[in-house]
Structures are given as C-alpha cells and as structure tokens.
C-alpha cells in the first residue's frame, strides 16, 4: 500500500506544471536572480568541462548540486554584443551592436540603446532591487551607465581590462576607470584585487536585500586578458597566469553561493554561470581552450558561441544532471521575466525562449535552431544535430572570410569539433538550410551601428593605423 501511495505522489508531482513547483518551493515572494558571467572562457576550462590541469573546486560542487550544460550558446562571439543580447533577449543585429570596431571602446560615443529593455529594467517593475558587479562593456558615457539601463547599483569597470594606457597595441586610451554608480572612484585600480573586490561587492548586495527579492549581474572581467590574480592564487596553478585567474574566479563563485546557503536563500535563487564567448586563442597559454570544440573567440565556429553553462537552484534544477538541451543566452530574459511572474511588455520582437521546463528538468528541449552572428552578417546555422556553415573565418586571424557554396554540413552530435564536412550526402538538407538562411535574412534587418559612432582624435587614429598595418598583412 505504501509502494502505491509513494507511486501515485510522484506522478501526481510529476503532473504539476513548473511554475506551480516554484511558488510551492520558494515561498510567498518572487525568486532571486543571479547571472554570474566570465570573460573569454572557453567550453574546456572547468574542471567539471574536462579540464586535466585547471583546478575549480566551487564550480564542479555547483555542477553537482545543480544541471552542467553540454549544448548552452551565446549570441555574440565577442564582447559587447554577446552580452547586449543575454540583457536583452534580442540578436545583437537587432540592437546595432555591430560594425567595424566589433566591441564598445573608450572612444565609443554609443552603448546599448535607450528603447530596449534590459533583464534589470523589466524585473524592477516587479520590486526586484537591482545590481551590477563587474565589467559592464555597453557604453560608459552617462546616458548609457548600468544606472540607465535599469539597474540601481553599479560597481565595475565600463569597458574590458586591457583598454588601459599601457596597451600592447600602443593606443593611447585614458585611465581605466572603476565605476561606483555614476561616479568614477578610481583610474587604473589594481588589477589583482578585482575579482576580491568584487566578490565582497557581491556579498555585501545579496545581504543588504535578503529580505526582497533582487537579480545580481556579476559580469567578472576574467578571464581576458592581462591576466591578474591575487597573491593568494597567483602561481599557485599548473596552468600558469591562466589557470590561476580561473582558480580564483571558481573562489569568488563558491563564496557566493555558501552566501546564500548561510542566508537562507539559496532554495529562492537561481544562479547561472557561464562565458561571454569561447577563448581568445591567439594569446596562446594566456588563453583558453574550447577542448574538443573547433576555434574559439571571434570565430561561428562552435567553440567561439558555444560555452560553457551551470544553473544551480537547489529544490527546482535537479541535482548532479548533465542537460544536452539546445539553449542560448538570449533564452534568459524571458525565463527570469515568467519565474518572476512577468510578461514581457517590450514590442520589440525577442529571439529567446522560455526555458524554464528546461531549466526545471520538466522538458527536454524547447528550441532546435541557433543563428550564428559574425558582426551583422549570418555565417551559419544549426537545426537539430545538423549545422550549415555559409561563411567561415577563424577567430582574430587575418584572413578573408571564406564563402561556401554548397555550405559545409557538419553533424555537431557526431562531430562536435566539425572536421567532417557531409555536404555532398546530403543535398535536401542543403536546401532546407538555404531556406532557412533565406528566411532569417528577410526577417531580420540590421540596425543601424552603434559601435561605428566614435569620437575623431589620438584613439581612433591610432584605430585607423593598425587597421591598416594588419589588412595589409
């Protein structure tokens, strides 16, 4: 009888629709959220990834308690607009995060624009107090601060760590500035005492709003280059600079996630971790590596867009999963907005999808189709197991990029690191891709370029000299 009635529960659990599952499970008010996203990690740099050397303890436990991502896409194979679009749920086409400088520099005169909605914007409207921590990288002129794209507090850099006075590439850009709110508070900070700083920057905000429900942005500058890391982790891996700045990155990981343990949040909270983009190959050992994945950042080759991914919300995401799921950063706007009890009001059109079920392990898959961007122009596409490249280009090397036709066909659950091209065998497919291509190059019209609009002086000339010395290479 007890077999019986232990049976007919778990059916009848099995039955109850995911956003039901959440209101019985995290009480009365809204859930937290908190994204948590590295700079130019690559898909093998976690141990719980394959990595053989790079040690990180905090995020292989978050693997374990939550779901590890096999098959989880950004937007963007660069920066600014990899993360335009996980903020927003929109291709970074849509929202002119492209053109000739690839990302927002310190002479940019742009950032995201003023009509979209942000994450942070929307969940504000439902008394969400919201945060940034970290490098913002989407325009650090006033209008376009994190304080105006809705979040309430900001603690960061504006733009990446190598845009600082001494540059290898010999371009005169200003102090970096460290940002509180819409204050400068500091120029040139040390570098090694980032990540530290931002981990209490962290804390401090998950306690100073326990009692309501928050989304924290901890958008970590490492691990891109210089690398930097404190005296308590610098030389301390087998992996060299690199292996150390990604061993303390994993610490600041599991010091906010015991937070929320001992806060008592941590059945409320959501939190993902994942890479802006794949590694930055051509710095060599002070890159990373996509592992099995061909290419990394820059490139639509898989290891330039696909990344790895970690959600953690003990009760809700089942523990110790591997999800193969198709899903893309662009997919967490309007999953936050629904957990929260929201509709996205915004009539722009968005790309992402709910993934909530997914998220949830109530559902396999939501989405088969990812369009892979490079700047404005659509270089391929996957459906299913199957991915058409109609124009490759490998990552910050200084070739042409190389049209296809027929496009390569590669089967990514056979051939995740895509060496074997199967064009030939498969002539419907071509057409179905064709197709398919055609269709999102009439739906989707790009924006007119925001990160063209630069201020004239030392900075871009020196822009237009090395952009001369290396087409002609």
Known sequence: MKKKFRICMWLIMAAIPVQQLLAQGSGKRPPNFIIILADDLGYGDLGCYGHP????????????????????????????????????????????ITGSMAVFFPHSTSGLPEGETTIAAALRTKGYRTGIVGKWHLGHLPAYLPTNRGFDEYFGIPYSNDMVPDNKAGIPYPPLPLFRNTTVIEENPDQTQLTKRYTEESIAFIKRNKDKPFFLYYPNNAPHVPLYASSGFSGKSTRGSYGDVVTELDWSVGRILQTLKETGLDRNTFVIFLSDNGPWLTQHEAGGTAGLLAEGKGSTYEGGMRVPAITWWPGVIPANTVNPAIVTSMDLFPTLIHWAGLQPESKLPLDGFDQGEVFAGKRKAVRDIVYYYDNDRLYAIRKGPWKAHFTTHPGYAPQAPQPHDPPQLFNLEEDPGEQYNQASAHAALIDEFRSLYQLQFELVKPAPSELNKVSAGPIDDAFKKLIKQRTAQ
Do not use: H, K, W
């Open 53 to 96: 050397t790079i040690q990180t303890p905090a995020l292989d436990q978050m693997a374990r308690e939550g779901s590890r991502f096999t098959q989880f896409y950004v937007a963007a194979n660069v920066c600014s607009p990899s993360r335009g679009a996980l903020l927003t749920g929109r291709l970074p086409v849509r929202l002119g």
